[in-house]
């Protein structure tokens, strides 16, 4: 069985401000880990994903995560938002059979200028 | 190279209507999904499939049916719509190679059931 947690359903921050959506996962076995990013009336859009190569993963547009198994956490962080960063960001797992996602609630991120 | 296509993109329906809806892909991917959002639940699993003419179970399957009789096409329907299946679907694809791929998606129907 796997689960995502998503701290805080609706995150602010200022333009140029540092970007930190939360994520903890639990699973049986080892997770494979993904950030998705939704904006308005879109379909989801891969930021970057955790495979065990390497535990600090880059993504797109800036962002990037860490993956800490002690933790079972998967942060994902951007140094210095941007407008068009405001989106919902999803967290998800995948670890069992047939690559099924399990996703989290969602982190829908404000920049305010 | 479409990608991954769903029609139609929105639709309203009467409570007890049926419908389908069609996700269509051009990328050889063996696996497809269907996913339902729902405000502050994220995506849910309704149904997959792991290649032509197999279906399998998700999450929440109930009130829903998947057909795969072509590798490109996975079709989702629903035989007596219900208020509850007022939602926005996304179907997904992804192309196992041995290793971790990841799924991409489609823009999404927005269905409403009155």
């Known amino acids: 069985a796997q689960s995502v947690t998503q701290l805080g359903s609706h995150v602010s921050v200022s333009e140029g401000a540092l970007v930190l959506l939360r994520c903890n996962y639990s699973?049986?076995?080892?997770?494979?880990l993904f950030w998705y990013v939704q904006y308005p009336n879109q379909g989801l859009q891969l930021l970057l994903k955790?495979?065990?190569?390497?535990?600090l993963v880059k993504g797109i547009n800036g962002f990037e995560a860490e993956f800490k198994k002690s933790e079972t956490s998967f942060h994902l962080t951007k140094p210095s938002a941007h407008m068009s960063d405001a989106a919902e960001y999803f967290c998800?797992?995948?670890?069992?059979?047939?690559?099924?996602?399990?996703f989290g609630k969602g982190t829908l991120l404000t920049v305010n200028p | 190279n479409a990608g991954v296509t769903q029609t139609p993109k929105f639709r309203v329906l009467k409570t007890g209507q049926s419908m389908t809806l069609l996700c269509a892909q051009d990328m050889n991917h063996e696996y497809m999904y269907w996913y339902r959002q729902d405000p502050g639940m994220g995506l849910r699993l309704i149904h997959y499939?792991?290649?032509?003419?197999?279906?399998a179970k998700g999450e929440v399957p109930d009130g829903y049916n998947v057909s795969r009789l072509k590798k490109q096409n996975f079709l989702l329907g629903l035989e007596s719509a219900a208020p509850s299946q007022t939602s926005v679907y996304f179907c997904?694809?992804?192309?196992?190679?041995?290793?971790?791929?990841?799924?991409?998606f489609g823009p999404g129907t927005r269905l409403t059931v009155l």
């Open positions: 699973s049986s076995v080892p997770p494979y």
């Open positions: 998800a797992v995948s670890g069992g059979s047939n690559y099924k996602l399990t």
């Open positions: 997904a694809t992804l192309l196992s190679s041995g290793g971790l791929d990841t799924q991409y």
């Open positions: 955790y495979t065990s190569a390497a535990t």
């Open positions: 499939s792991v290649g032509e003419g197999t279906t």
